[in-house]
């Protein structure tokens, strides 16, 4: 069997980034470790680091109760509060955010500021959004589908500047500005996916496009992954969307020549060698 790995599978600068420092301040043994949310979308890396010591704390109340130790700002990036809990508490903190991000943070902050509404292409719910709307000035808008861009409930000629969620889907993000265009706002578009994103997305079609199958890894909540499944799915109806290799089902894959593997930005490259050396192996 064929075998076809995408180069832009795996990790991100950005993640990359980030797990390096968590990792670095675990085995400073500089007292507890703790990461602000998951580290990434990923479990099997989340646990070692568990086992390491570093602990995961989910809300601002736990932040609030520490007396002492290290917090790791994870890539997605936090809300202002969340920097001015910290400092009030005179808690020791290391800023993992991503470049890209904090360059989003710095666009809302400013914009808002000088008066435009605020229009956030992506997921309401992902943490990066999240922190995104927490450097506003004004309340924000996200839209994440045709419907949401039609109702937006602001008037004709409304100043508003429009940015993405780094990992959005770059057709998806041009056809809800395309929407957003006709509604005639004084519109300021900023492009904000990130440039990783863009290449491991156009790799994983181009591939899923010339495959029988294709396999996306990625953790369960990894926002990044998910799309890239879509991508893949569209282009190739046997598409698979794995954890890990325990998730592999090989039945399917009997009657397939050639198999294309892609990951999420927030895969270990240890288990992407895994699935490729055992798909390639097995046939």
């Known amino acids: 069997m064929e075998v076809t790995l995408a180069k832009t599978a795996g990790f991100c600068f950005g993640v990359r980034r980030a797990v390096e420092k968590v990792y670095e301040q675990a085995d400073s043994g500089e007292g507890p470790v703790y990461t602000f949310g ?15 010591g570093v602990r995961v704390l989910h ?12 917090v790791i ?22 800023d993992a955010t991503c470049p890209f991000v904090r360059k ?18 992506g997921n309401d719910r ?8 927490g450097w506003c000035h004004t309340a924000p808008f996200v839209v994440d589908s045709p419907e949401a861009a039609a109702d937006l409930p602001l008037e004709e000629g409304t100043p508003i500047c429009i940015v993405s969620q780094t990992t959005f889907n770059y057709n998806n993000f041009q056809d809800l500005v395309e ?16 440039s990783a994103t863009e290449e491991r997305q156009n790799e994983a079609r181009q591939i899923a496009a010339c495959v029988d199958a294709m396999i996306v890894i990625g953790g369960r909540h990894s926002s990044n992954t998910q799309k890239l499944f879509e991508i893949c799915q569209k282009e190739c109806k046997n598409t698979y969307y794995i954890q890990t290799l325990v998730d592999l089902d090989l039945k399917p894959f009997q009657s ?9 930005a927030s895969t270990p490259n240890k288990i992407i ?5 055992y798909v390639g192996n097995e046939f």
């Open 104 to 121: 989003i943070h710095r666009i809302v902050e400013q914009r808002s500021r000088e008066g435009r509404r605020i229009v956030i292409i």
């Open 179 to 194: 929407i957003l265009e006709k509604k005639r706002y004084d519109r300021l578009v900023l492009n904000t996916i990130c």
């Open 59 to 70: 809300t601002e109340e736990e932040l609030s109760a520490l007396t002492e130790g290290t």
């Open 38 to 52: 998951p580290i990434i979308h990923n479990e099997e890396v989340v646990c070692d680091l568990e086992e390491k």
């Open 273 to 277: 060698e895994e699935v490729q050396k």
């Open 256 to 264: 397939f020549r050639h198999v294309g593997i892609t990951a999420g």
């Open 73 to 94: 700002i994870r890539s997605h990036g936090v809300p202002r509060r969340v920097y001015e809990l910290l400092e009030s508490r005179g808690i020791h903190y290391v």
């Open 126 to 133: 992902h943490p990066e959004v999240e922190g995104i709307k």
